[in-house]
């Protein structure tokens, strides 16, 4: 257990549906992240927020919507997305942005099928 | 931009030794970090490397050599356990917003210990 939980661990929705994922961290962190991966590709950083501020969005399309009501929770809000979608969301937190020594602690991840 | 170089694939003997070797170029550089993924799991942080030289945990070891933009991980006396993907990632800094120390990713090493 890294601290960092994830919720749902599975999730297939269509197109047209809307979906949301949740991260939650137990280590007091105040930067939380988020990742794609896919097959075959590197770890993609989507999103990062510090102290609840988002500081980085990594051209990501308008269909994926993030959120942060504090430094322990973070979502992901889902909608129309498309088959290429399909991926492993991975939810990573350290203790700030600001540090060169940036140790990430990641959840387990979402596994997400785009029907 | 930022690009990591590392082997697909690597097969070794139980108890035997390997290297997994991660070459990258980068805008800006703070720092090589590696992290294992279990099939299944998420990353977990295996070392950082700052400066140039060899860093010992247990029975793994990351090197790195900034003038060469080449670092990398020594894993010894192989279990079965270590069968697992590694990543390399390269601490860089995203000084647009408010500023932060982010990861670029390696696509990973798919390492298997075979008996």
């Known amino acids: 257990e890294t601290g960092v939980t994830q919720t749902p661990r599975h999730l297939v929705m269509g197109m047209t549906n809307k979906k949301s994922l949740k991260c939650e961290q137990h280590l007091g962190h105040n930067a939380m992240y988020w990742y794609k991966q896919s097959a075959k590709k590197p770890l993609e950083l989507m999103f990062v927020?510090?102290?609840?501020?988002?500081?980085e969005n990594n051209s990501v399309p308008s269909r994926f919507s993030p959120e942060c009501p504090n430094s322990s929770h973070l979502f992901l809000h889902l909608h129309t997305l498309q088959p290429e979608d399909s991926a492993l969301y991975l939810c990573?937190?350290?203790?700030?942005?600001?540090?060169?020594?940036?140790?990430?602690?990641f959840g387990p991840g979402t596994r997400l099928t785009v029907l | 931009g930022q690009s990591l170089e590392q082997p697909s694939e690597v097969t070794a003997v139980e108890g035997a030794i390997v290297q997994i070797n991660c070459t990258y170029q980068?805008?800006?550089?703070?720092?090589l970090s590696w992290y294992q993924q279990h099939d299944g799991g998420a990353p977990t942080f295996l070392s950082y490397n700052a400066l140039d030289g060899l860093e010992e945990t247990g029975r793994f070891s990351s090197f790195l050599s900034r003038s060469d933009s080449y670092g990398y991980l020594l894993l010894q006396e192989l279990q079965m356990k270590d069968s697992a993907s590694y990543f390399c990632?390269?601490?860089?800094?995203?000084?647009?917003?408010?500023?932060?120390?982010?990861?670029?990713f390696g696509k990973g090493t798919k390492l298997s210990v075979i008996p």
């Open positions: 927020y510090n102290f609840k501020e988002q500081t």
């Open positions: 980068t805008s800006g550089f703070y720092g």
């Open positions: 990632a390269v601490r860089d800094f995203e000084d647009s917003g408010a500023g932060s120390y982010q990861l670029t």
């Open positions: 990573a937190s350290s203790p700030q942005t600001g540090q060169t020594n940036n140790e990430q602690f």
